[in-house]
């Protein structure tokens, strides 16, 4: 701990020559005089109001730049001197070497005196280009009793600061002798990917069976059915000759869509229970009994000329059939 001292105004007297008129002369030593009984006055009262003041001093050595320096004061005042709060140090640009922080103040109010414990920290910004001691500034800290303001100096200590790299080492740096940078750390990927594939694979597994099963995607679920297989067996009799045994061939596979559809052999008789149980084909009802009646003409009445709907007529109907088959 070390005794701080109080704050002294120096008085620097005026130069006189010796060619100076008396009356001058007498107002430079009154003014001298005057100055001086200012300053004991100001000493004196700064010495009534404070009880002791003392600063714990930061490690003398050892720092770099980025390090913080912190010391404590520890003031009592004399009733009803305080600290003036309202003009305290600034934070900021303290010196050429350090940053100061904002103060940190804490109070205790005794009988006749105020307690306060005063933490000041510096950050040190700057640094010599070599070890060398720097100096952290003097503190001026004001007290008053609500008439009057009087200064009271905390003075500056110095500390040991050095460079992270010497001088004659940072204009040589090819001399430096570094350690390479640390390649990164390669993690085993191998296992993790096949599993990710695996989980990939079940999980597209898992979405195609979904929109199947449901019938999310209409022509997914339903390609296979009795009508889309007899539109494609149309597709493929159209490009055929269009004789009247390929005609035949065409009848028989709208015959067999329907039989299929139905699970057993459809007549034109039964054509109204057809369209009881599977009535997403009623729309087509009339269509569907005008094949039935060509085919009874075809089949069993020879002598009958072979009318409309042709093989083209046919293949729209089933692709009608087709499309109300899959839900569309």
Excluded at 275 to 292: K, S, Y
Aim: hydrophobic share 45%.
């Amino acid at each position: 701990m070390a005794r701080a001292r109080l704050n002294a105004v120096a008085i620097s007297a005026p130069r006189l020559s010796s060619a100076q008129p008396g009356v001058a002369r007498r107002r430079a030593v009154l003014r001298r005089l005057l100055l001086s009984g200012i300053v004991l006055l100001a000493t004196g009262a700064v010495s009534a109001a404070v009880e002791s003041l003392s600063v714990s001093e930061p490690r003398a050595f050892g720092y770099v730049i980025g390090d913080r320096v912190q010391h404590q004061l520890r003031l009592q005042l004399n009733k009803p001197y305080r600290l003036a709060r309202d003009a305290l140090p600034p934070s900021g640009k303290a010196g050429r070497w350090f940053t100061r922080m904002p103060l940190t103040i804490s109070s205790e109010e005794q009988e006749q005196l105020t307690f306060y414990r005063i933490d000041v920290r510096h950050q040190l910004t700057n640094v010599p280009s070599t070890v060398a001691a720097i100096e952290i500034p003097e503190l001026t800290l004001w007290i008053t009793d609500g008439t009057q303001r009087l200064p009271l100096t905390v003075p500056a200590t110095s500390i040991v600061a050095a460079p992270l790299t010497p001088l004659g080492e940072r204009a040589q740096p090819g001399q430096i002798s570094l350690r390479p940078d640390q390649a990164p750390f390669e993690l085993p990927l191998a296992g993790h990917l096949w599993r990710a594939g695996a989980v990939a694979a079940v999980l597209l597994l898992a979405l195609c069976y979904l929109l199947y099963a449901h019938a999310a995607v209409p022509w997914l679920a339903r390609s296979r059915g009795p009508f889309a297989r007899a539109c494609r067996q149309l597709s493929r009799l159209q490009r055929q000759d269009n004789s009247a045994a390929t005609y035949r061939q065409a009848l028989r596979a709208v015959h067999t869509a329907v039989n299929d559809t139905a699970g057993c052999v459809i007549f034109a008789r039964d054509l109204a229970v057809f369209f009881a149980r599977h009535p997403q084909f009623a729309p087509l009802r009339e269509a569907i009994e005008n094949v039935f009646a060509q085919s009874r003409s075809v089949f069993f009445r020879a002598a009958v000329p072979r009318r409309e709907p042709s093989i083209a007529a046919l293949h729209d109907i089933c692709r009608r059939c087709r499309d109300a088959e899959r839900g569309l």
